[in-house]
């Protein structure tokens, strides 16, 4: 998505492009897949009205986001099938922000008085303190510091979390996770509606962008660069095919799939050296009359993370959709097995479930970086003038969502188009 929307805003300022992308389909990680007749995401996404350049970017290629998006005012439903209890948030959008999400709270239901009353003081202090800290930490050592009650942690935060960073509480930013309460809480209350895809994201994303920019005059070359080398006016890019020559360079993927390239001794020497984290998307799909009470329910105390219902998303009717973030140990369990264990945990949440007819498990074991305090992420310039980086991991203060990866794909082009 960052090479797509570099490619994008520089066709639109008349640039001369060309993309290069071996794959079958383009969007990297967000493109669909087809399993039994049925488009499948490769991980299921969710967004948020807080993505602000992917939706100017959607825009630009003339997508429909209003009949592109399932657009829900925040709510989160959450289950904790260990001690049988349900707590539910909802946005008061009758209320400006960001009393419509301290309304929220309030109003929860199945949240106790003193996880209420550290939820309003938490949020309060962000908002004092600018939603930014002297000294990054741990966000679980974070949520201590701020009082947080076990059951706010265990409902609210770290669910948050994982979707947001996809990595583990103990281990992930707290910086970056008031980042994204930041722009999802405390600006618009539009920002915090969740935005449901109600296409596959290679439908609803990756094909819309390459439509308009094959209308712009880009190409696209279905093959996989091998080197990049400098050359008098500029750079020399090959594939197995043939090698062509470039003013501009940009490497839109990430610094492991880099190695794969033969680079300039100079930025292959700079490439940085990430943690990843895997995600896992469980698709099962039952009865075609089966419906989930809301579109999207958390689990607590569970593998499972979030169940999605696709029927009410997309109109596959009966598919649901479970996620599984930073879970290395769910990664590597056998997909019959993961498969079982989650079941099982619906059936706890949703006791009249019934048996599926088909399961679909697909991995990212490279899904994200780790999104560690402090962590050492580098910008899109490289030691040769003319060769960019982009992709989700370049530093712009965001976890590796989609957004991130549009907002530095449209930071690229900035840089590129400042060049003397």
Known sequence: MAGLAAASRLASRGASVTVFEPAKQLGGRARGIEYKGVMLDNGQHIMLGAYRETLALLAQADVDTSQAFLRLPLQLHMQDIKNKQAISLQARNWLPAPLHILGGFLAAQGLSLGSKLAALRFMTWAQLQRFQLKHDIPLREFLAQRKQTHQLTAAIWEPL?????????????????????????????????????????????????????????????????????????????????????????????????????????????????LEYQPITTVYLQFDEHLQLPRPMTGLVNSLSQWVLDRGRMCGQKGLLAVVISADKSSADMPNAKLAEQVLAELKQAFPNLGEPLWHKVITEKFATFACKPDLARPTGLTPLPGLFLTGDYIENGYPATIEGAVRNGVACTNLVVSMP
């Open 161 to 273: 979390c994982l979707a947001a960073l996809n990595t583990p509480i103990s281990e992930a930013s707290a910086q970056v996770f008031l980042n994204v309460l930041r722009d999802s809480f405390a600006r618009k209350k539009s920002d915090s509606d969740m935005l449901l895809p109600r296409a596959d994201l290679n439908t609803m994303l990756a094909q819309p962008l390459a439509d308009w920019l094959c209308g712009q005059g880009a190409k696209f070359v279905r093959h996989s660069v091998k080197k990049v080398e400098s050359s008098e006016s500029g750079f020399n890019v090959f594939t197995d095919a043939q090698a062509q020559p470039f003013s501009h360079v940009i490497l839109a993927c990430g610094p492991h799939q880099l190695k794969h390239i033969e680079l300039p001794d100079a930025v292959a020497n700079a490439l940085p050296t």
